[in-house]
């Protein structure tokens, strides 16, 4: 159910909008925010798991009766204790918590030894035994093509295939024949990773009636929840838990991991408190971070500057397991229609398995990659049509209120407001193209969900649940199951509930986050929160505040619809001298309608696709966003020096200004970093001597994230142009930001220095290679070459909505026609 | 949380005392002063001495003494170097070395001394133990090959100071005391071109102080080739220091590369600068010359022959610097800071 | 493993002195958190390669999970804990929740330690002095401007104050 037909839409506002401390600021600043690691529980023991030290490999054999015997030990546990398979998405329940025959990853885990200390439990796992057969490794997509055997797993499409996905909305081949230019490209973008500060920590305990609790570093208690619960056989009704402010997130966090499992089962056995806190190398294997993707994108467009149609391949590492590489695979097509004006649109997909690290979701999941090609490709076409590539992409936008060729629905768009005020701020029509050499700037422009359509396990239930709670002393605790990450979560709860009834932010108290009280919230992820989560916290808080004022208005003999609940107080419209405290109105409610409690859930529309994998892409409402970077780049050495951005993104509205600001900026700040020089890589050995297959340097040295001098000064604008599918307008903010920017830097280095790198990261080595084949005569441009054969199959076939489609798909198509037979 | 093992831990107040305890526990023992190189690698088990003996409260290692050169203790801290006047007004490649060695905390801690002793590092050690496992380790720690280069005899580990090639620049010379006495060796002869045996300073001496000579006439200069502006160790390292006569005229030049190499290498590419006038030709020879025996190896963050590409350039900045060029511009967009 | 005995020792932090036993090979960093129940300070990588450990010894900023536990007797150690007087917040840590200065939170502590030595240095630091005094605290929040922000505007508070 959305928000009561009766509210009218606000026009003032007393909290929403105002720039404001974080309701959970002081405890961020004071060192009191509990993260997991900071649990301290009486007669607590400590695990740590033993990893694989192969790529790929059959266990043999394991012998720990050392470590049982060893000084402090109280546990010692193998794949044996964990026979049940688990994975966050129902389709791959592919892991288990210990291997049980067979390890996939160098740091795969193994075996855990649970004991009074972590040194004990350190030096007890280099006492276990294991016999490893080895098995040959598979160290890229393309290995994974050319290598079906040995299979990683024994389920998927073929060989080491994990994943394929084929749609096509509208005859793409024949709008690229009818098409001006057809351009084709390849790009590849290299893996790489969350890197939170907080390592993964988990605590788990029983509780005084035997039932476990679970602390967790963890964006999404709910969905842990259901998986514990399988992966453990223990009823959900036994098992609480409770996610623990997350020292960042970024997608990292939203698995459940190995550990959380093997300290669970471990407090059950025990009967006491379990703590886990990974190590960083143990971070880097848990991943489940960005995909390594090559694409191939054959794009058609007219002489003035109009897409008519594109066929989009991509081909994605998955590493290990499947984690959330369905939805994965997916979202690299998904989204690929909503920022311009797509008429026809072919995707196929591939995803593979390999032995590394599994990946999965980061900040964007799976759409900066496709976004990446596509805005450098729009760089390319501009150049080739003699069009500024700003005014062109102004002329391609996407239309409010409009479908999309895949059957995505789209709401409010800001983006040409967004790509007015970068080019106006950067100077853009006076700079681009007119800096002197080794100066440049370039554009790129985004867009992303507000919350993903349907939730990872297929149900009709609220995707979000509000419950609010009011007493005679004045007191609203709210309740929702929604994660403070560091984004903001508990912020918009607190600020969205106050707004409603008139009171300060900082007099709501929250719960959030916990399985054994909370209404069910999906978690964080996906751009979600503010959206599903704001939605049901304003129809809990106008029922309440219905009852409130209903009470009230008896009291003040007046008809409930003159009141105003603002700072504090209920009162008369017409005469704010008449009126009450807002604690005084709960006592009158309190009295009249017994005890306050009111519930708010949201569900969102259902999109209109009705194809099989409709169910990926569609959002209530979708954000937009425009960058401009510019970049400085030495012709003798290829080192490129970012100084200033711009973005705009278009927020419908921004709830707390300071936060929204924040998520933009750090959304940049990764977004750079991707660009210029963070990648999750991997390291085989000479393969005569060695079977190893390594990352690189799973460091947070070597990894490498750019520090404050590595950061430029960034301009940030928000366009609001509130969303009326959102609450309050309020759309996205915390992962649409960064999409542009990995593009921008690709086109800021051509602008300057006239070479295309058409992969990221984006490193001096390869702009030093690309120059030395510009002054060569051959073509500027490093990235890859080829694209190998992929099975691909045939597409599902649909018809877009302005071809006469219905949202079907459409069996058995008259390819010469474009329509079914 | 990544454990230290156990160790025994004594802390001297004087050198002597250091020195006698070095020498009675042996080799098991070893020094321990602001502890940024040491403690690191004990976590991941590339050393554990049976004893540490810290530094620390030795206060005669932390004395800065004029002359008409300088003399540094070794266990001043290098933001203490950093903060010295003299060092930046008449050692300037020694203030720009310092200034750019991984943050600010970690100068805060880290000594003169320990900079100049760091250990040889490389991508295939500088890594947990468990992942060391994962590739059967490699010579230089608990295995017997270098994965660097498999034929290869000797570990390739890379010098990875920043203040060892400005000091040899700079002409330095360090005293080492152990309980036998004490000698002093021109810095430049402290390492051997070994990853493994990489100083010839012997595990019972204790380094305690850094001469540099009378500075007149001299300038220096340091560029640091690094990702980041914070953090990362050089992944290459430009030290040049030249002696002018008043119209201009090199008298003497000494160019250091550091991170290209089991040590810290002393060129000759500044020979060729003698007798001459910095000018853009004479610039160009001498960072040929540098990057003809620059031997990066892949070992170390970023592309191995792009590494080999831009020493020549990189020669060139210290260069243009010491010629008075003002290559602010140019610092800002490398070392991210003004030095 | 020879002889594994504790450690002894008077430790003053935050002004307090407390005496506590541990195992030598404990860094200040395990110390705080483990036996001291001091959970403000963080850990991101126990190496010295991020910053959150970042706590202030006889006025410095340095990394606790480096710094021998061992080592630290008799000087002044100052953490999270320590900055707010009684509940009244230090400027620095209003200005961050006003802010935006800390988004998860996590790199926070070290980073207020870290400006708090600045401040004392030098009141009224530039932005450019603000970049480098932080360079070492790794923040993947923020992208450092609202951190700089907060800096400057907890500097202007204390200013104000004095």
Redesign the interface.
């Known amino acids: 159910m959305n928000a009561p037909d009766k509210l009218k839409p606000r026009t003032r506002f007393d909290t929403v909008g105002k720039p404001r401390r974080r309701v959970d600021g002081r405890a961020k600043v004071t060192g009191l925010t509990r993260f997991a690691d900071d649990i301290v529980l009486p007669r607590m023991v400590h695990c740590k798991l033993l990893r694989s030290p192969h790529p790929h490999a059959v266990i043999e054999s394991i012998d720990c009766s050392k470590a049982k015997t060893f000084p402090g030990v109280h546990l010692v546990l193998t794949g044996k204790d964990f026979p049940v398979s688990f994975g966050i998405l129902p389709v791959t329940q592919d892991e288990y918590a210990l291997a049980n025959e067979r390890v996939r990853y160098v740091g795969d885990p193994v075996a855990a030894v649970i004991a009074k200390d972590e040194q004990s439990a350190d030096a007890a796992l280099g006492l276990i035994e294991v016999k490893y057969r080895l098995l040959n490794t598979v160290a890229s997509a393309e290995e994974a093509l050319a290598n079906p055997e040995p299979r990683i797993h024994d389920y998927g499409e073929q060989g080491n295939i994990h994943r394929l996905q084929a749609f096509e909305f509208g005859d793409v081949e024949e709008a690229l024949k009818g098409s001006d230019h057809v351009f084709e490209d390849l790009f590849f973008f290299e893996g790489n990773t969350h890197l939170p500060l907080e390592q993964h920590a988990s605590v788990a305990a029983p509780d005084g009636e035997g039932k476990l609790t679970l602390w967790s570093s963890t964006q999404v208690p709910h969905y842990i929840h259901r998986a514990l619960s399988r992966a453990l056989r223990i009823p959900a009704a036994h098992i609480r838990v409770i996610a623990c402010p997350n020292g960042g997130g970024f997608g990292g966090k939203c698995d459940l991991h190995n550990h959380e499992i093997v300290v669970s089962r471990a407090s059950m056995i025990l009967g006491r408190p379990v703590k886990v806190c990974l190590t960083r190398e143990e971070v880097f294997y848990m991943h489940r971070g960005r995909h390594p993707v090559l694409m191939k994108m054959r794009t058609g467009v007219t002489r003035d500057g109009k897409l008519t149609g594109m066929h989009l391949q991509t081909l994605l590492d998955g590493g290990g397991y499947g984690s959330y590489g369905v939805a994965s695979t997916f979202y690299t097509g998904a989204l690929q229609t909503v920022t311009y004006e797509l008429p026809r649109y072919k995707f196929d997909a591939c995803r593979t398995f390999t032995n590394k690290p599994p990946c999965g979701p980061k900040r964007g999941h799976g759409t900066p990659q496709p976004r990446f090609g596509q805005e450098v490709q729009l760089d390319k076409i501009a150049e080739k049509l003699g069009f500024d590539p700003a005014e062109m992409r102004l002329n391609m936008a996407a239309k409010p209120d409009s479908l999309t060729a895949n059957w995505l629905k789209i709401g409010s768009i800001g983006l040409e407001e967004c790509i007015r005020q970068v080019v106006d701020h950067s100077d853009w029509k006076k700079k681009r193209a007119q800096l002197p050499p080794g100066r440049g700037l370039g554009i790129a422009c985004g867009s992303y969900l507000c919350g993903a359509g349907l939730p990872i396990y297929w149900n009709k239930m609220p995707q979000s649940g509000v419950q609010i709670l009011a007493d005679r002393s004045g007191q609203v605790t709210v309740f929702c199951g929604a994660t403070e990450i560091g984004q903001g979560s508990d912020d918009m709860l607190a600020a969205f509930v106050a707004e409603v009834l008139g009171i300060d932010a900082f007099d709501v108290r929250l719960v959030t986050g916990d399985t054994g009280l909370t209404p069910v919230d999906l978690g964080s992820y996906s751009s979600r929160v503010t959206v599903m989560m704001g939605h049901a916290a304003i129809q809990a808080a106008e029922r309440l505040r219905e009852m409130i004022a209903d009470a009230a208005a008896m009291e003040l003999e007046v008809s409930p619809e003159r009141l105003v609940m603002a700072q504090g107080r209920v009162f008369l419209a017409e005469d704010p001298s008449k009126g009450m405290t807002f604690a005084e109105a709960v006592v009158f409610a309190e009295t009249k309608y017994g005890t306050l409690g009111t519930v708010g859930s949201y569900s969102p529309p259902r999109g209109p696709g009705r194809f099989k994998g409709a169910g990926v892409g569609p959002s209530p409402a979708y954000s937009y966003t425009a960058v401009v970077v510019e970049a400085e780049v030495d012709q003798n050495t290829g080192w490129i020096h970012v100084p200033r951005i711009w973005v705009a993104h278009d927020i419908g509205r921004a709830v707390n200004p300071v936060l929204a600001r924040g998520q933009v900026e750090g959304s940049i700040y990764m977004g750079l970093g991707e660009a210029l020089m963070e990648e999750q890589i991997f390291r085989r050995l000479p393969p005569k001597m060695s079977h190893a297959l390594v990352h690189k340097f799973p460091s947070m040295l070597e990894y490498k994230s750019l520090t404050s001098l590595d950061m430029p000064e960034v301009f940030t604008y928000l366009v609001e142009d509130p969303d009326p599918n959102c609450p309050f307008g309020a759309k996205e903010v915390g992962q649409g930001p960064l999409l542009p920017v990995m593009p921008a830097v690709a086109n800021a280095v051509y602008d300057a220095v006239g070479v295309r790198i058409d992969e990221v990261p984006i490193t001096p080595d390869k702009v030093l290679r690309a120059l030395e084949r510009k002054a060569k005569g051959e073509t500027p441009r490093v990235g890859p070459d080829h694209f190998p054969s992929v099975p691909y199959p045939t597409p599902i076939y649909v018809k877009t909505p302005w071809e006469g489609g219905d949202g079907n798909e459409t069996k058995s198509v008259d390819r010469k026609h474009g329509v079914a037979a | 949380?990544?454990?230290?093992?156990?160790?025994?831990?004594h802390?001297p107040r004087t050198v002597a005392e250091a020195a006698k305890i070095l020498a009675d526990e042996g080799p098991q023992a070893m020094l321990?002063a602001g502890?940024?190189d040491l403690?690191?690698n004990m976590?991941?088990r590339h050393q554990s001495p049976?004893t540490?003996v810290?530094l620390?409260r030795v206060e005669e290692l932390k004395t800065i003494t004029n002359g008409s050169g300088l003399k540094l203790g070794a266990g001043l801290s290098l933001?203490e170097v950093i903060q010295s006047d003299k060092v930046r007004a008449a050692y300037t490649g020694l203030y720009q070395a310092a200034a750019q060695v991984?943050?600010?905390?970690?100068r805060?801690?880290g000594t003169l001394g320990g900079n100049l002793c760091l250990d040889t590092r490389c991508?295939y050690l500088?890594?947990?133990y468990?992942?060391r496992?994962?590739?059967?380790f490699c010579m230089k720690k608990d295995g017997d090959?270098c994965?660097v280069a498999?034929a290869s005899k000797r570990c390739l580990a890379v010098s990875s100071t920043d203040t060892a090639p400005a000091l040899i620049s700079l002409g330095a010379k360090v005293k080492l005391v152990s309980t036998q006495g004490e000698r002093e060796v021109l810095l430049a002869d402290l390492y051997n071109n070994d990853g493994i045996d990489y100083i010839v300073r012997r595990p019972d001496e204790v380094l305690t102080e850094i001469s540099l000579p009378d500075p007149a006439g001299w300038k220096s200069a340091y560029w640091k080739l690094r990702?980041?502006?914070?953090?990362?160790f050089p992944v290459l390292g430009v030290a040049a220091a030249i002696k002018f006569a008043p119209d201009g005229t090199v008298e003497a030049a000494r160019i250091a590369l550091g991170a290209v190499s089991s040590r810290p290498l002393a060129t000759k590419a500044g020979e060729s600068l003698i007798g001459k006038k910095l000018t853009d030709e004479t610039i160009a020879a001498a960072g040929a010359k540098a990057q003809n025996v620059a031997k990066p190896m892949d070992n170390t963050?970023?592309?191995i022959?792009?590494r080999k590409?831009?020493v020549s350039?990189f020669v060139g900045y210290a260069l243009r610097e010491l010629r008075g060029d003002d290559m602010r511009d140019t610092r800002m967009?490398?070392a991210?800071?003004?030095l | 493993m020879q002889a594994m005995q504790q450690v002894h020792l008077k430790l003053k932090v935050n002004g307090e002195e407390a005496e506590v036993s541990f195992a030598p090979y404990k860094t200040l960093l395990e110390v705080l958190r483990e036996d001291m129940f001091l959970t403000g300070t963080k850990h991101g990588c126990e190496l010295g390669e991020c910053g959150a450990c970042a706590v202030l010894v006889d006025g410095q900023p340095l990394l606790a999970c480096l710094e021998l536990a061992v080592e630290c007797e008799g000087r002044a150690i100052e953490t999270v804990e320590g900055l707010a007087t009684g509940s009244e917040l230090h400027p620095l840590q209003a200005a961050f929740a006003d802010l935006g200065g800390a988004q998860c939170g996590y790199c926070t502590p070290g980073i207020l330690m870290t400006a708090k030595a600045l401040l004392e240095k030098e009141p009224d630091p530039s932005r450019e002095r603000i970049r480098e005094a932080v360079s070492g605290n790794l923040c993947r929040c923020t992208g450092y401007q609202q951190i700089y922000e907060s800096i400057e505007e907890g500097a202007r508070r204390m200013r104000e104050e004095a």
Do not use: C
């Open positions: 949380m990544m454990r230290l093992p156990w160790f025994g831990f802390a321990i502890g940024t403690v690191p976590k991941r049976q540490l810290s620390r933001t991984a943050t600010v905390h970690l805060n801690m991508t500088n890594q947990n468990e992942w496992k994962a590739i059967d090959i994965w498999t990702r980041r502006g914070a953090f990362d963050d970023l592309d022959y792009w590409d831009v350039s967009r490398i991210r800071v003004a």
